[in-house]
């Protein structure tokens, strides 16, 4: 297995993506909208003031973020680039000890040791895995055939899954709740594009392919309108 992987992890990385291939978007836009009537219910913030995610937020972001790194740390591995799970690792064992087990960042503001973000939609991209075609998921939103295919492997792979069945459960659900706080702290912008938009599908497709392709490609993107529409709204 380690053979393979490392094989893998020697394939040239899939070109980058251009255009838009959305064969499914009559079922797409059913999903969508279900989507935008279930964050409407259950995860749009009423708050309008502007004055940023509240420290309960900002907690929940943050010990999310923390579970989530031993799985970026496998996939930085498989990608063949273990200097961001070297680094990832350091985060994940300074976070958990001095940090409270994530509630705080040291890692980040006293270490320099910023999270190197990764998933198995990447891992993918590196073995030369193309993007395939536009999906809108169930209650998870956009997505590509890629990108699909790795979130369930990343379930699968997931080092917390060797946890005990009552620390595993916590853990998910800390990591539920971080993405939960993640829509919030993005709740201008993405209410912006859910329910301003006067093609919301339209914009959210558009906005989610050109950040993922900048993501994997960065300045190699080779669509003319390639950029990182999210760069401004990163959490400080």
């Not at 998870?140 to 946890?163: E, K, N, Q």
């Not at 959210?204 to 300045?219: F, H, I, K, T, V």
């Amino acid at each position: 297995m380690t053979a393979l992987a490392l094989g893998l992890a020697a394939c040239a990385p899939a070109p980058p993506a251009t255009g838009i291939q959305d064969p499914y978007e009559a079922a797409n836009r059913k999903t969508h909208e279900f989507n935008k009537k279930l964050d409407s219910a259950f995860f749009r913030s009423d708050s309008t003031d502007g004055s940023g995610p509240g420290p309960v937020t900002k907690t929940l972001y943050n010990v999310g973020s923390n579970l989530s790194l031993p799985g970026k740390v496998l996939n930085s591995l498989l990608q063949g680039r273990p200097e961001p799970a070297v680094k990832n690792t350091f985060r994940f064992f300074i976070n958990s000890t001095i940090g409270l087990g994530g509630i705080f960042d040291p890692a980040g503001t006293d270490f320099s040791l910023p999270e190197t973000d990764t998933d198995f939609g990447e891992t993918l991209h590196v073995w030369g895995v193309g993007e395939g075609n536009y999906q809108e998921l169930p209650v998870f939103g956009p997505s590509t055939t890629r990108d699909t295919i790795g979130m369930v492997v990343d379930f699968v792979i997931d080092p917390l899954g060797a946890l005990p069945d009552k620390e595993r459960i916590a853990a998910g659900a800390l990591r539920f709740g971080g993405n939960v706080a993640k829509r919030n702290m993005y709740g201008t912008t993405v209410d912006s594009i859910l329910y301003d938009s006067a093609d919301s599908y339209a914009q959210s497709r558009l906005l989610y392919l050109q950040n993922r392709r900048y993501e994997l490609n960065g300045e190699e993107a080779t669509d003319a309108n390639a950029y990182d529409p999210y760069e401004d709204l990163l959490p400080q």
